[in-house]
């Protein structure tokens, strides 16, 4: 026949109460429920009060009932008392090793601490940590973007990311943390944005007391660094995209020197000004530096247009010159030439020589002029002396 063993590790059909006994004094009957005077059922807390209170007295005797209607010898209390102390902590060990399961989302990390220090990270999924006080975990979130704002604060939150000041709508500035000296000795006000996560949770949580105020003092020092190397003017117009990426590279080289366990997603400037108590004057020298560099411009293209015209025209005033030269010393050089041999022929041939030249100079001297011939021989007849040479040199021209 089956045991029926209650709870408490006796029963009705057990070796040490075959005799049917009550139960003692000390221990509560679940065999049928309570009820106080109002009929409603007793307090379980009470029960389990009085049980303890009972065990805790027969554990002080050695084990003796010493009640009424105790049958049962020494041997038989203790090994009914072990059992159950025994089930007790088996199912409390059961429910406490339980425990130690959790779940780690998809964007988190799990941090597992062994009595307070660190010891390894896991991965997003189900895992196992052996149960409180012994190991805990954290479960970061390293997938949020965070946003830290400095030379001013809003109330934007910080799952947005700001490309202007105007976006955060009322805002209040901190010059302390904004107003900084450039590389020309210039102070300017520079209000930005940090973005950043966690790249590492056991490095974010452990490495350092202060991972956010780390990640802001870290930055205001990076962004100091660039802005006083770099000119008031490049800084305001267009040097935001340089000293943004500069800024950026110099806070993670220090948070990867920190192991932060950040990255620095960007550094977004939002508003770059001078002081607003010069902003006035600031602008007034702005708008005579435009003004300068305007007539500048316009002189230096005024330079350009008339510098290459003027090498150009001296250029060819040069070349001209050069074969003006050359053309007369070549000119020079063959009269030089035909008069030596002239002189050479004259001197073998003198009358020969003398009236070729005459009739070459002739033939130059009246070359070019118009010329009538009279035959003084035909005086007295009927034929007019008369022979117009040029009007019968411009009718054969106009034959041909």
């Given amino acids: 026949m089956t045991e029926n063993k209650s709870p408490w590790g006796s029963s009705e059909d057990d070796s040490d109460n075959k005799e049917g006994r009550?139960?003692?004094?000390?221990?509560?009957?679940?065999?049928?429920?309570?009820?106080?005077?109002?009929?409603?059922?007793?307090?379980?807390?009470?029960?389990?009060?009085?049980?303890?209170?009972?065990?805790?007295k027969k554990l002080e005797t050695n084990g003796s009932y010493g009640g009424r209607g105790s049958r049962t010898g020494k041997g038989g209390i203790q090994k009914s008392v072990r059992k159950q102390i025994t089930f007790l902590f088996l199912v409390a060990f059961i429910i406490w090793m339980l425990t130690g399961f959790y779940q780690v989302a998809p964007e988190e990390q799990g941090v597992v601490m062994r009595f307070g220090k660190y010891v390894y990270t896991t991965s997003p999924g189900l895992h196992y940590h052996l149960p409180f006080p012994i190991e805990e975990v954290l479960k970061p979130n390293v997938m949020r973007e965070n946003r830290i704002e400095i030379g001013f604060r809003s109330n934007v939150s910080e799952s947005r990311r700001l490309t202007s000041l105007s976006e955060a709508g009322n805002v209040q500035l901190v010059p302390a943390e904004g107003l900084m000296l450039t590389g020309d000795e210039n102070i300017v006000e520079v209000n930005y944005t940090v973005t950043w996560k966690i790249s590492n949770a056991g490095e974010f949580l452990f490495n350092l007391r202060d991972p956010v105020g780390t990640v802001r003092m870290a930055a205001e020092s990076a962004m100091r660094e660039v802005v006083g190397q770099t000119p008031i003017q490049?800084?305001?117009?267009?040097?935001?995209?340089q000293i943004q990426e500069e800024t950026r590279k110099k806070l993670q080289a220090m948070m990867d020197e920190y192991a932060a366990g950040v990255q620095i997603s960007a550094v977004q400037m939002l508003k770059v000004d001078p002081p607003s108590q010069v902003i006035d004057a600031f602008n007034d020298v702005q708008r005579a530096k435009a003004d300068r560099e305007r007539i500048r411009n316009e002189a230096e293209a005024y330079r350009n247009d008339i510098i290459p015209k003027a090498r150009g025209e001296a250029?060819?005033?040069?070349?001209?010159?050069?074969?003006?030269?050359?053309?007369?010393?070549?000119?020079?050089?063959?009269?030089?030439?035909?008069?030596?041999?002239?002189?050479?022929e004259y001197k073998q041939a003198k009358d020969v020589t003398s009236r070729r030249i005459y009739l070459e100079t002739m033939e130059q001297v009246l070359g070019g002029v118009n010329k009538v011939i009279i035959d003084p021989s035909a005086k007295g007849s009927n034929v007019v002396p008369y022979l117009p040479l040029s009007g019968l040199e411009t009718k054969k021209k106009g034959a041909e």
């Fill in 315 to 344: 250029e060819q005033r040069l070349q001209a010159a050069e074969a003006y030269r050359e053309q007369t010393i070549n000119l020079a050089s063959g009269d030089a030439q035909r008069f030596l041999s002239i002189l050479k």
């Fill in 22 to 56: 009550a139960a003692p004094d000390w221990q509560p009957d679940y065999s049928a429920k309570k009820t106080n005077n109002s009929g409603a059922e007793g307090d379980p807390l009470a029960d389990l009060a009085k049980f303890v209170k009972g065990l805790q």
């Fill in 234 to 241: 490049q800084v305001i117009t267009g040097g935001r995209e």
